[in-house]
Each structure stands twice: as C-alpha cells, then as structure tokens.
C-alpha cells in the first residue's frame, strides 16, 4: 500500500522529461550579419552606484554601432550617486537618464519604455556584466525570427565556496526549466536581465503586468504575450548574449531574493506555470511527508529512497545538460546536498506565497 504513493511522482517526472528533451532540441544561434534595426537597451536601476559603471562600460564597448542603439537609464528614487554617475556617461552616443516618477521596478521599465523609440526593447539589470557580441546577437536573432520575446541566457558567478556555488547551480536548473519549456512551446519564465521584447507588444499589455507588485516585470508580460501567441516567445542560444550577475553575498540576501520571487506566485494564471508549480510542491512535499512516515512506520524508508531516486533522475538530465552548455560541469559535484538543501530551502519560502512581501532589495 505505501508504494502507490510514489503515483505522485508521475506528472513531474513526465513534465520534466518532456523539457529535457526540448533541451535537446536546442542549437546555438550563429550572427552571419548585423542588422540595422534601431533598439532601446532599458535599465531600471536603484542605489548601484558601484555596479553601473561596469555595465555601462560595456554597453560602450558592444560591437553593434551606437547609431542603431539608444540606452536609456531609469534610477528608480536612489538614496546614492547612481543618477549622477549615469548623468555623467559620455562614451554612449544615444543616453537618456530619467527618474522614475513613482517607485518600484515595473514602473521604472514602464517609464523608460514610454520614453523610448526602439522597435524592439532590451532589458538587463545594473548589477549584470555583457560581452561585446551581446547586442549585436540579440538583434541579428530578432531580424531573423522576429519573435514577440527573446528570452536571453542569464548566469550566476560567485566568489567560490559551497553557498555560491550552491546559488549558481540552483540558478542553472531555473535556466534549464526556462530554456526547455520555451523549446517545447510552453514557455513559463524568462528573466529581465537579460530579455527582449517588441516595444509595441509591451504598450498594449500594461493592464496585465500587476503593477502592484514589486517582482514579476518579466514573468507577467511573458504570460500576456503568451496567451495570444506562445510560439512568439522564443529562447536564443548563444554564448555571445550571455549575461552575468554576481550571486548574493549573504545567506539573507538570497533567502529575501527568492521570498520576493515566489511571492508573485499566487497572482499567476498561467495553466503551464501553475501546473508545474502544484506538480513540484507535491513533489517535495512528498518528501518530508515520507520521511515523516518512516520514523514511525521504518516500512515507508524503502519508499522514500525510491522517491528521492524518481525524483532525481530528470533533475540530474536537466542540470547535467545546463551545465555542460554554460560549461559549467564541475557544479555537479553538488548535485546530491543541493537536492537536499533545495527541498529544504523550498519549504521555508512557501509561508511567502500566503503572505507575499512587496520590496525591491
């Protein structure tokens, strides 16, 4: 009788099989030309006097030509120096620095979208790092494909040590459940440090974009674009547009960073986002509930090992496959504690879905 339990397991087996082999599917995306179509590179920023510099140093040295790009900056109520250091950028021909009339980070994108003449809009976040082939690849992928939403490939580097290399795997298997769902058609994240979209396509959804929420800038106008066309929403393949953010330096810095991500979860109406989310609580709830099960009854331990095995299989093919494309193998030594402090770490967060914070850290 307590092997049937392990029925449960079934659905996220099955839906992380079936990302798997979208994973599968991916091939890299090669620039042949660089197009001329004009684009508007957004920042919404607050209080990263320190990071700013280095991102906008690379954005001067992007090898797409600046007449075909405007950056247009947004600090968003900075207490530092962020409005004054962006004010005084002078290596990027197209500038715009405004402040955010309001407060919060869909605001601030809002406000540089409708002060932007791009056709098609970029997003990164201050504290992110591009490679010089970064705009021009965005752009040649956008000429050919002309999708709603290019979903870009974002990764996490951290100084060493088991806490950010925990952070950088746990963000590599988010990057593979982002690239599988978007190649199987059934896209259910995406991330603004590294997205684009059509301007226009963005100026007819703002009614869905749940402005009262801090998080979610990327994720609500994914599932807008979604509902019309899932097949505009598209994942692109590419070393060259890979953007790189530093991991949080502090345990309490990553626990608020994901309390403030999971906490949009109750406001998604997304059958693919919501499926996946109950299917996965059930998943690791299964866990605890088991071992549970097992101190009283040492008949359900054989059970538990099973589960956690079940489990672990389409995790490990969906992280050994993300790793390997960002070249990131060695993470994989992690990959049996992290299970462990991922379930863990999961089940501390959920008090977040009931009781949702509303602050940009």
């Avoid at 992290?338 to 967060?349: A, E, P, R, V």
Wanted: net charge positive; glycine share 8%.
């Amino acid at each position: 009788m307590q092997w049937l339990v392990l029925i449960l397991l079934i659905p996220y087996i099955y839906i992380l099989l079936r990302i798997y082999a979208g994973l599968l599917k991916v091939k890299p995306h090669s620039t042949g030309f660089t197009p001329e179509i004009y684009v508007s590179v957004i920042i919404a920023c607050r209080n990263e006097e320190t990071n700013l510099p280095l991102l906008l140093s690379d954005i001067a040295l992007q090898d797409f030509s600046q007449d075909f790009f405007e950056l247009v900056i947004v600090d968003d109520n900075s207490t530092d120096h962020t409005f004054d250091i962006a004010s005084g950028c002078s290596n990027i021909k197209n500038i715009k620095i405004l402040k955010n009339p309001e407060s919060g980070k869909k605001k601030a994108i809002k406000t540089g979208v409708e002060a932007s003449t791009g056709e098609l809009v970029i997003t990164t976040d201050a504290d992110c790092r591009a490679g010089k082939g970064w705009l021009r690849n965005i752009v040649s992928f956008y000429a050919e494909h002309k999708p709603d939403m290019i979903i870009g490939p974002v990764c996490l580097k951290g100084t060493g040590g088991f806490f950010q290399q925990f952070q950088e795997l746990e963000f590599l298997s988010l990057q593979g459940i982002t690239t599988g769902t978007a190649m199987t058609g059934h896209p259910v994240m995406c991330n603004g440090a590294n997205l684009a979209f059509k301007r226009k396509s963005y100026q007819t959804r703002t009614g869905s974009l749940h402005f009262g929420k801090v998080s979610g800038d990327d994720i609500f106008l994914l599932h807008s674009l979604k509902k019309n066309n899932p097949g505009k929403i598209m994942w692109l393949e590419s070393a060259a547009s890979l953007i790189i953010t530093g991991t949080c330096e502090s345990v309490g810095s990553f626990y608020r960073q994901r309390a403030r991500w999971i906490s949009k979860a109750g406001t998604y109406r997304d059958r693919d986002t919501i499926v996946l989310a109950i299917v996965t609580f059930v998943t690791i709830m299964l866990q605890p509930l088991l071992l549970i099960a097992g101190i009283f009854d040492p008949s359900y331990l054989p059970v538990l090992l099973t589960a956690v095995v079940l489990k672990s299989v389409p995790d490990y093919l969906i992280l050994r496959n993300t790793t390997t494309r960002y070249g990131n193998g060695k993470l994989m030594k992690l990959f049996i504690p992290s299970q462990i402090l991922y379930t863990c770490y999961i089940l501390s967060l959920l008090p977040n879905v009931v009781f949702p914070g509303n602050r940009w850290d």
